[in-house]
């Protein structure tokens, strides 16, 4: 083995990720400079032909003095469902040849003499053959781009250099089972593996150093007519990742770079090597050279003499004063009189204190595995080494745990020398739950820090949950000296929306006025974040008074509320071993201790109290924390000269989870349902069974429904309407468990004894005096499902039989429309069928059988809706009105699934999320709010625009004033032309929180000037 020892600083290789163990030797049109044939036979690489599917990359060499001759045949079959794309180029990257070859066809072209080619077949699942004449081939075979052969491909080749010993064979068969097998030299198995279509199987190879420097072979086998239809095969990056039919038709670069990680450039001790393999047999005439220069530079650094080889591995010795940077280790293949055979470029890039072949790597990374146990999904954090086997000795891993918001760690840990490419980190005994940081440092022996890397995390119990962060914000906030030096900005958008966490105020935003245009009698929301660039301390919001420019009114202090959003982790899904990190709780604040590196947002609602007049309202915020200097925001408040109407004939219902009323006081189910009425909120779903006791004894059921008769005076007295919903979809288990037989709703005695519930129902409503009551008794039902649409029809006969309204939950019109079409008086659709209904077709059958439609959709049953105010808006307002429906339903006011403050304790329930408009207050008194409960209510609002709009265009065009009336014809147009520009669907895209913002307050636009007209 020679070794080469250059004036170069110390480098170290970063350890790559498993996947791209190979990726050093990126296969690219400079690549085909340092091609040459394997063996250096008379008549070699005469003729090969290999069969191909998927995609595929390969090098053509042609023998000296010949021209070569390719054909590309596509096949026609069942599975021939494309054509067969390919694409030609040479080292420079001209292309030479492109086009496609359809299946039953052939296509064909000649390769002139010395000109090496990167052919590049895309065959998607048409088996392909390419027959090479006069040529070496090699079939690009690494992880980062493996082989795709067809079932009848055959026997491949290999090259394994002198002083491999070991590596790794990776086969992945599709649409069937088969089995792999790799031979060494003399044609023995070395290895084996049986293949399972989608699944990797890895062949792992111990090399005797005897059979080295020699040609090995792989084969794969289909498992008889019904075995995989192609394999994809991938080589480790310890030997070329080539492959053809014969070794004497191989064509390979004649130098290849092993990197399976980073090189520690010195540890005090002995200095970094660079190896490369000598992947072709040895030659008399034949002679290396080396030279480095940096990237771009046109003089080296340093050459080498030319000096014969064997085969086998070259080492680059490395100094340990080499700057930062890239550069580019050249080495070239000569002859006798020193012409160049093959020139290889390799880059090399120096960071750190590390050598990278290729370009840098992480030194360290913290990776998760997800796993499933009996608790549900979660993930196995685990950490990545980036750097060399070969350097383990000389590095140590330590690990931090912080608790989210702490500067001092509440675990730490040495793990000491790294004994493999991935380590398991177990979760530390002994930490609660919660959301957390954890920190990786790479540290040389004597302690200096190499790498470090960090990620956050929830933790409960032993189950790992990981952040799908926000996308990256684009702006930055260019702060100035004064800025930087008070440590915080405040900023405001136009709108109001949530804000990610690490969103960065643009410096339009910085200063910003919050500007709010409301009515008399309005709730009306406006919000400003804070940027920090250091931690802020008990941290105060005043709102000073609002003073009514020209006199004549104030708004005081009393009527703004102040809350500070909380950012919390919400799983993403109901199951999921994934959080999103959101602002959602609107918590009342009075002080805060604010972090750094993250926004807060504060958000504000202003009740206009009725009768205040119309005009421009101005006061300030004054934001003063106790350890930096104050801010201060202007609020612009415009009071709108008219109020807002209510159309009587539309309903905003509620699902309010009744079931938590169960021994709360009046005072607190009063408080609740006021805040919902706040909200826009008039009619509510209830559990009635929750709210009774059923006693069932011999042939007599007692039934006793005084705690809903005690729910509905307090309904009534809070002022909200009907129709109420009354929720009985549970009711053949309600009778079960008061000691009926059967479950089954079309069991007789389930029947009889159902018929008693509904008709003392029916009699406390009529008595004394319930708003319209409507019976929930069928929820999502399916038209696939027998079993569910008789159970649907079971239950739904009880409330005909006793003649009450009956209403069931719909997925779409096909589910209800048809068979139980007759037994349901109140379908209520999801909102994918209403928004969907743009031709009108649902509202027109519902119309002909002289049924109201009903829709829901908005809330937080979608984990899209939480936090989220402008589809909650879109849905309780826009959509609503555009629907043209009688009433839009919510769900859920508040519905946990364990503990309410944490969305990760629910996997033994169907719904693994809590379901939340509001939060239990932690100490009692009153729910706290979320942002998409205030989404809510800007629906709300924005319909009563709409309608107010409607009916003031109505009566100015009523008036007889002339002004008034052509103006109001001219803005009805343009508010319809306006509304039909915006987005539709359930989950309409590109809707911004700007649009609905806009569109609000164009329509109050046109109101003010509708007003100002009629009075002159």
């Known amino acids: 083995m020679r070794h080469w020892h250059f004036p170069v600083v110390i480098l170290c290789l970063l350890l790559l990720p498993a996947a791209d163990a190979a990726a050093a030797t ?58 067969v794309r390919y694409r030609v180029v040479r080292a420079n990257g ?48 690494a992880r980062n781009a493996p082989a795709h052969l067809d079932r009848g491909a055959g026997q491949q080749c290999f090259l394994v250099p002198k002083g491999t010993r070991s590596f790794t064979l990776t086969a992945r068969a599709e649409g069937g089972a088969g089995k792999a097998v790799v031979r060494d030299p003399s044609g023995q198995p070395a290895a084996s593996a049986t293949l399972s279509s989608g699944e990797d199987a890895l062949l792992k190879v111990t090399v005797d150093a005897k059979r080295s420097d020699r040609f090995w072979s792989v084969s794969a086998e289909p498992a008889g007519e019904k075995g995989f239809t192609s394999v994809r095969l991938a080589f480790s990056g310890e030997i070329p990742p080539f492959l053809a039919p014969d070794p004497s038709g191989l064509a390979l670069p004649f130098i290849h770079y092993p990197a399976v990680g980073a090189l520690l450039m010195s540890d005090g001790n002995r200095s970094a090597t660079i190896e490369a393999v000598i992947a072709i ?20 650094m340093w050459t080498t003499r030319p000096s014969p080889f064997t085969t086998g591995r070259v080492r680059i010795l490395l100094p340990d004063r080499l700057a930062s940077g890239a550069y580019e280790l050249k080495t070239t293949l000569q002859d006798q009189q020193g012409a160049i055979v093959a020139t290889h470029a390799q880059p090399i890039h120096a960071a750190s204190g590390f050598a990278h072949v290729g370009k840098e790597r992480p030194l360290l990374e913290l990776i998760c ?98 952040e799908v962060p926000p996308p990256a914000q684009a702006k930055k906030a260019p702060l100035n000296k004064s800025q930087r030096t008070r440590g915080y900005v405040l900023f405001s958008r136009v709108y109001h929306e949530a804000f990610p966490y690490n969103y960065e105020p643009p410096w339009e935003d910085i200063g910003r006025p919050l500007y709010v245009w409301a009515t008399p009698g309005e709730d009306e929301p406006a919000t400003f974040g804070v ?50 990190l959101i602002p959602e ?93 706040a909200h826009g909120i008039d009619s509510l779903a209830l559990s009635a069974l929750a709210h009774g006791t059923l006693t069932h004894a011999g042939e007599k059921l007692t039934v006793d429904f005084t705690p809903l008769s005690r729910l509905m005076g307090i309904y009534k007295r809070v002022g909200l309407r009907g129709p109420v919903i009354l929720d009985l979809r549970d009711l053949p288990q309600v009778i079960a468990q008061a000691g009926g037989a059967s479950t089954k709703p079309d069991d007789p005695v389930v029947q009889r004894l159902a018929g ?33 649409l008789a159970t649907a029809r079971a239950l739904l006969s009880l409330g005909k039989t006793a003649s009450l309204p009956t209403l069931a939950f719909l997925a779409s019109p096909q589910d209800g429309m048809r068979e139980l079409d007759a037994l349901i008086d109140l379908p209520c659709y999801g909102a994918e069928a209403v928004a969907g209904d743009k031709d009108g077709a649902l509202r027109k059958a519902l119309k002909e059988a002289n049924k109201p439609l009903w829709w829901h959709g908005s809330g937080c049953t979608s984990p899209r809706l ?42 033994g329930q169907m719904t693994g999320k809590d379901l939340c408009l509001t939060y239990p207050a932690p100490a009692g008194g009153a729910a706290v709010p979320t942002i998409q409960w205030e989404g809510i209510r800007e629906g709300y609002d924005d319909y009563r625009y709409l309608y107010t709009f409607q009916q003031m265009v109505a009566r100015a065009k009523r008036s007889g004033h002339e002004r008034g009336a052509k103006y109001a014809a001219q803005v009805e147009k343009e508010a319809q032309e306006r509304l039909e520009r915006l987005p539709w669907g359930a989950e309409p895209e590109g809707l911004t929180a700007y649009e609905a913002h806009a569109f609000r307050k164009w329509l109050s636009k046109y109101m003010g000037t509708l007003v100002n007209k009629l009075n002159s």
């Open 281 to 300: 047999e040895p030659q008399a005439d034949r002679f290396v050279r080396a030279q480095m220069r940096r990237a771009g530079a046109s003089r080296a």
């Open 866 to 907: 939480e936090g989220n105010l402008t589809a909650n808006r879109y849905l309780t307002g826009i959509a609503f009105w555009r629907s043209g429906a009688a009433a839009h339903w919510i769900q859920t006011y508040q519905r946990p699934m364990g503990n309410a403050y944490s969305d990760f304790d629910g996997d």
């Open 585 to 677: 709780l609107l918590e009342p604040v009075t002080t805060a201790t604010i972090p750094t590196g993250r926004i807060s947002q504060y958000w504000l609602t202003l009740h206009i109290p009725p009768g205040t007049p119309a005009g421009d309202y101005r006061g300030m915020i004054t934001y003063q924390p106790e350890n930096a200097p104050a801010s201060q925001l202007k609020l612009l408040v415009k009071v709108l000269p008219f109020r807002l109407e209510r159309p009587a004939s539309r309903t905003w219902g509620l699902y309010a989870d009744s079931t938590r009323w169960r021994g709360a006081t009046d005072a607190t189910i009063e408080r609740e349902m006021r805040d919902m009425k």
């Open 26 to 83: 990126s296969l690219t049109p400079a690549t085909l400079s340092a091609l040459v044939h394997a063996k250096n036979e008379p008549g070699a690489a005469s003729s090969a032909a290999l069969h191909l599917r998927g995609n595929n990359t390969l090098v053509l060499l042609p023998v000296a003095g010949a021209q070569a001759g390719v054909a590309l045949r596509a096949h026609a079959g069942a599975s021939a469902s494309q054509s």
């Open 369 to 466: 595995q997800p796993q499933s146990d009996d608790s549900g999904a979660s993930y196995q954090l685990r950490a990545r080494v980036g750097i060399d086997p070969t350097c383990y000795s000389q590095v140590r891993i330590q690990r931090a745990l912080y608790r989210e918001g702490e500067s001092q760690p509440a675990f730490k840990e040495e793990l000491g020398h790294p004994t493999g490419e991935v380590l398991p980190l177990k979760t530390p005994a002994g930490v609660s739950g919660g959301l957390y940081r954890m920190a990786l440092n790479l540290v040389s022996q004597e302690g200096k820090p190499l790498a470090t890397t960090s990620r956050s995390f929830y933790l409960e119990g032993n189950r790992c949950f990981m």
């Open 756 to 788: 008693i519930v509904l008709s003392e129902l029916a009699m406390r409503a009529e008595t004394e005096k319930w708003p319209q009551a409507v019976y929930q008794l069928a929820d999502e039902l399916n038209a696939h499902s027998a079993s569910s």
């Open 94 to 141: 001209h292309e030479i040849h492109a086009g496609a070859c359809a299946p039953g066809k052939e296509v064909a072209w000649t390769i002139p003499a010395g000109v090496r080619c990167l052919l590049q077949i895309e065959a998607g699942q048409t088996p392909a053959t390419l027959e090479v004449r006069n040529a070496g081939i090699g079939t690009h075979a």
């Open 531 to 580: 940027y920090t660039l250091k931690p802020l301390q008990k941290a105060r919001v005043k709102v000073g008074t609002l003073s009514r420019v020209g006199g004549g009114g104030v708004i005081n202090p009393s009527s703004i509320e102040v809350r500070l959003a909380r950012f919390w982790p919400q799983r993403t899904s109901d199951h999921s071993a994934t959080y999103r």
